[in-house]
């Protein structure tokens, strides 16, 4: 088939749209609609000048995501004396996959010249998953545990790194994924806290009306997901087409979790009705957004305090991460 928009030969067919691109094409509009999403979430606040300009901490796994949000970042803001960018890497202690992944991060941001920071399970914690997923004493998913201490160490090392927002390479798949997860638990305060976090537009101090008040309380940074309106299929087609130093292989652990059954329904769902998820995240856009309004005008959100054993906000006694750190035996 022929490109519809120049008659070159189309290396893609997007069914929720009908159109067949070139490769030209292709890679114009996955990078058209990271910067709309840019613009139409408010990422670069009017008052950013160079004098004074905005840190954004890219969270770099070495994945195709990562990978290509950074890619197209820096591609737009790397002569913007308004932005900086700063990729963080996490090494979660997992044999092989994450040592081969991490070679990926460090390849791409030596290529664009950027600072490159890498943390790890072991340094923070003193655990790996590898020996986690052994243990697991709370009989969970292996991706339950990591979430815990990757949004942790993601969130703690933001703010050292004086981010003003933490970006991270959640593509269209994988906010719909998230949107129906949270529908089948009937989860609402979740849902509020995904829009204010990530959904919801920035506003002139960056953040929406929950997050705002949060951040007062613990200095939380804002995160933004400039990659949600792009399929994750158009994603590793556009880190082939450009020959980035992307590892596309799944982790070894992550099998068997809840997430996963929600991916293969989508699936399911988006090649007998294209356009599936487009739907699925307009939708749950506007019920989130409610959600969180709502929330917003009740006396019952949570009050954040401090954690008894690390002192992390958290409106428990005891932080999740560090409930979790108890169970194997280890400290933060």
């Known amino acids: 088939?022929?490109?519809?928009?120049?008659?070159?030969?189309a290396v893609v067919h997007a069914?929720?749209?009908?159109?067949?691109?070139?490769?030209?094409?292709?890679?114009?509009?996955?990078?058209?609609?990271?910067?709309?999403?840019?613009?139409?979430?408010?990422l670069v606040p009017d008052d950013a000048t160079p004098a004074d300009p905005e840190t954004w901490v890219v969270g770099l796994s070495g994945g195709k995501d990562s990978v290509v949000?950074?890619?197209?970042?820096?591609?737009?803001?790397?002569?913007d004396p308004r932005i900086s960018l700063v990729a963080l890497s996490i090494h979660e202690g997992i044999e092989g996959y994450r040592d081969e992944s991490l070679a990926a991060c460090e390849a791409l941001t030596a290529d664009l010249d950027l600072r490159h920071e890498v943390i790890s399970y072991a340094e923070e914690f003193g655990v790996r998953m590898d020996d986690v997923v052994a243990e697991d004493p709370e009989n969970m998913a292996a991706c339950a545990y990591c979430g815990v201490f990757r949004r942790d160490v993601l969130e703690r090392y933001a703010?050292?790194?004086?981010?003003?927002?933490?970006?991270?390479?959640?593509?269209?798949d994988d906010e719909a994924q998230t949107a129906l997860m949270n529908v089948f638990e009937g989860d609402v305060a979740q849902m509020a806290s995904h829009f204010d976090a990530s959904l919801g537009p920035f506003e002139p101090t960056g953040e929406g009306p929950t997050e705002r008040a949060r951040r007062e309380q613990d200095h939380h940074v804002p995160r933004a997901k400039p990659l949600r309106d792009v399929p994750e299929k158009e994603v590793a087609l556009y880190a082939h087409l450009r020959d980035l130093p992307a590892h596309i292989t799944e982790c070894p652990h992550a099998e068997g979790a809840y997430r996963g059954e929600i991916r293969e329904l989508l699936l399911e769902m988006e090649e007998r009705h294209p356009g599936t998820r487009h739907s699925v995240m307009a939708g749950y856009e506007k019920l989130a957004a409610l959600a969180a309004a709502a929330l917003d005008d009740t006396e019952d959100d949570p009050d954040f305090g401090s954690c008894d054993e690390c002192g992390a906000p958290t409106a428990r006694e005891v932080c999740r991460k560090c409930g979790l750190l108890d169970a194997l035996g280890a400290s933060a």
Request: net charge neutral; proline share 2%.
């Open 15 to 42: 069914a929720y749209s009908g159109l067949h691109t070139c490769e030209s094409h292709f890679r114009r509009s996955v990078e058209k609609r990271v910067r709309r999403r840019v613009r139409e979430d408010s």
């Open 159 to 172: 703010e050292r790194l004086g981010a003003d927002k933490l970006l991270t390479g959640h593509n269209l």
């Open 69 to 79: 949000l950074t890619q197209v970042l820096q591609d737009t803001f790397a002569e």
């Open 1 to 9: 088939m022929d490109c519809d928009k120049c008659g070159e030969p």
